[in-house]
């Protein structure tokens, strides 16, 4: 997060902006100048800039009130020059819950535009003045309202994983399992992005960023929601591996080269007592060797303190943490009971054998 600008937070949820954003600004400043515009028509211009990001911000907090509303957390919300994102802990898997997430974004924006409807009636603003292409005084209300109902009709559009998208995969998922509503949302929203690209290069080329940023994303998403459908009803004892190496805590690394030259294994039990102490892995003893030699004790650059799961434990559990957190590999017991191992190649093995079944 060090690229990014801390803003301040609201109920919990940290707001951060973008160092590109400050690109944003410089484009509109230079072209302002280039163009030859008086400092106050810039000066309207950056504020009318600011204020659409104020509703994008908004419009993102529509999001995360509402999941928190279902318990579930936002990392934080980041502001892009293309756009706004709350990073939300996980997606809503009831496809009720999903909707009233996805939808109330641009709820807010359809808020927003008919309160400022309102102001405009109320200070009788002639409605022709938006014909004028520059912000002022008298314009930015207008400008701004419909720059409202276009975010709120534009993020509709059902460009998975764009709000309309999710709306669209919350409505098929009513219907049918959720990896069928998904794959049948990301293919359109693939198909979406392609099409945005293209029409961004000729129009505009931040539609071009929106478009690579929809096409990644639905890609992503299928995948990850496809994997957790295989690993469901699994648990942690279906894949650990019964027979692993073992190699004592105070023993050279030069013994572990020598297992690991031998095997295939590339993570080991650290022993003390007949009792796993930590794990070490390849990484592990190449870093040993740089800084100490061979003569260094596993136990200086084993981990220590290892991650444990339960055999019950589930495997979508396990392939979460394993994935997003530094902890690759795991050892796993029953009650107290050591069983063995399990590493993230596992699991990918796993949902490599489960896919080609389906298949
Ligand atoms: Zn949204």
Redesign the pocket.
């Known amino acids: 997060m060090k690229v990014s600008l801390y803003l301040g937070k609201y109920k919990g949820i940290k707001v951060f902006i973008h160092w590109t954003f400050s690109l944003l600004l410089l484009w509109i400043i230079i072209s302002n100048i280039r163009s030859g515009a008086a400092i106050e028509d810039t000066a309207w211009s950056l504020l009318f800039i600011l204020a659409i990001f104020l509703c994008v911000i908004l ?2 907090f ?2 995360a009130l509402t999941a928190q509303k279902y318990g579930i957390q936002t990392r934080d919300i980041i502001l892009l020059p293309i756009g ?1 994102l ?1 990073r939300l802990e996980r997606i809503p898997e009831d496809p009720r819950q999903e909707l009233q997430v ?1 939808l109330a ?2 709820l807010v924006n359809v808020v927003i535009f008919f309160f400022l409807s309102i102001i405009i009636y109320l200070a009788g603003i002639q409605l022709e003045l938006a014909e004028d292409t520059h912000v002022d005084g008298e314009t930015i209300l207008l400008f701004l309202a419909s720059a409202n109902l276009f975010l709120a009709l534009f ?1 509709l559009l059902p460009a998975f994983p ?2 309309g998208g999710r709306v669209l995969r919350a409505l098929l998922s009513l219907r049918m399992p959720r990896v069928k509503a998904t794959q049948i949302a990301g293919g359109l929203g693939q198909f979406m992005g392609i099409a945005f690209v293209f029409f961004g290069l000729f129009y505009n080329p931040i539609l071009v960023l929106i478009g690579i940023f929809i096409f990644l994303g639905a890609q992503a998403e299928v995948t990850h929601t496809t994997q957790n459908a295989l690993l469901k009803g699994f648990s942690v004892q279906d894949v650990v591996m019964r027979t692993f190496p073992i190699i004592a805590f105070d023993a050279p690394l030069s013994k572990a080269i020598e297992k690991l030259l031998e095997g295939q294994s590339t993570h080991f039990v650290v022993v003390k007592d007949d009792a796993p102490i930590g794990t070490l892995s390849r990484e592990d003893i190449m870093r040993g060797l740089k800084e100490g030699g061979e003569s260094t004790a596993v136990e200086n650059v084993a981990n220590l303190s290892p991650l444990k799961l339960s055999a019950y434990d589930p495997l979508e559990n396990a392939y979460k943490t394993m994935s997003t957190g530094t902890k690759k590999v795991a050892l796993v017991f029953e009650e107290n009971l050591f069983l063995g191992m399990i590493d993230l190649e596992n699991i990918s093995e796993f949902i490599m054998v489960k896919l080609a079944l389906t298949k």
Do not use: R, V
């Open positions: 419009h993102e529509g999001h706004g709350a996805a974004g641009p993020n764009m709000d």
